[in-house]
T-cell receptor, first 114, second 113 residues
Framework: DTEVTQTPKHLVMGMTNKKSLKCEQH?????MYWYKQKAKKPPELMFV???????INESVPSRFSPECPNSSLLNLHLHALQPEDSALYLC?????????????FGEGSWLTVV | DAKTTQPNSMESNEEEPVHLPCNHS???????IHWYRQLPSQGPEYVIH???SNVNNRMASLAIAEDRKSSTLILHRATLRDAAVYYC??????????????FGRGTQLTVWP
């Protein structure tokens, strides 16, 4: 099973709402990632978890709050977002370690902030 | 972070071979060369990767220049399903990089029937 599952596939939220994006993998990977992708742009790294600890935060605003409850799950909590945060949010996972490890991506969650 | 340069777009006819080039003149000795592709409305999909030697898998071949400053992704017989944005990425896990993938702008491949 080489699958990263993201839910929901589509989310519309108001600027005062609190919502969460969820990601799950059962490949035994110990590194998990959140990427953000705007229309017609490449994905941009947001966060990296390694062994369930936040290892990299690419200067992401605090209205995005990641969480890694266990080695299979990764959440992205959203609060007080702006319309410009509307994008495709991609979760990915891999084994940490060498640069030869493959990173597997989910299908993404399409977020619209109104 | 080492950067890659790819043409913005390329075109091919169905069932013809496609050679997608990538320049990475600042590559370091420990950088792996990865290729991913992204079909419309989908997440990026792993295609192939290599370090120094040419690599083949069921999807494609990767030809790496001897000096490693460039590489070419080869699709042997393009199909309509191969129409996608192809990203050439350098990946190094030394120090604090922790294996992050940094995407460049990629090459939009159009395949004509």
């Amino acid at each position: 099973d080489t699958e990263v599952t993201q839910t929901p596939k589509h989310l519309v939220m108001g600027m005062t709402n609190k919502k969460s994006l969820k990601c799950e993998q059962h490949m035994g990977h110990r590194a998990m990632y959140w990427y953000k992708q705007k229309a017609k742009k490449p994905p941009e790294l947001m966060f990296v978890y390694s062994y369930e600890k936040l290892s990299i935060n690419e200067s992401v605003p605090s209205r995005f709050s990641p969480e890694c409850p266990n080695s299979s799950l990764l959440n992205l909590h959203l609060h007080a977002l702006q319309p410009e945060d509307s994008a495709l949010y991609l979760c990915a996972s891999s084994q940490p370690g060498t640069g030869g490890n493959t990173i597997y991506f989910g299908e993404g969650s399409w977020l619209t902030v109104v | 972070d080492a950067k890659t340069t790819q043409p913005n777009s390329m075109e091919s006819n169905e069932e013809e071979p496609v050679h997608l080039p990538c320049n990475h003149s600042t590559i370091s000795g420990t950088d792996y060369i990865h290729w991913y592709r992204q079909l419309p409305s989908q997440g990026p999909e792993y295609v192939i990767h290599g370090l120094t030697s040419n690599v083949n898998n069921r999807m494609a071949s990767l030809a790496i220049a001897e000096d490693r400053k460039s590489s070419t992704l080869i699709l042997h017989r393009a199909t309509l399903r191969d129409a996608a944005v192809y990203y050439c990425i350098l990946r190094d896990v030394r120090g604090s990089t922790l294996g992050r993938l940094y995407f460049g702008r990629g090459t939009q491949l159009t395949v004509w029937p």
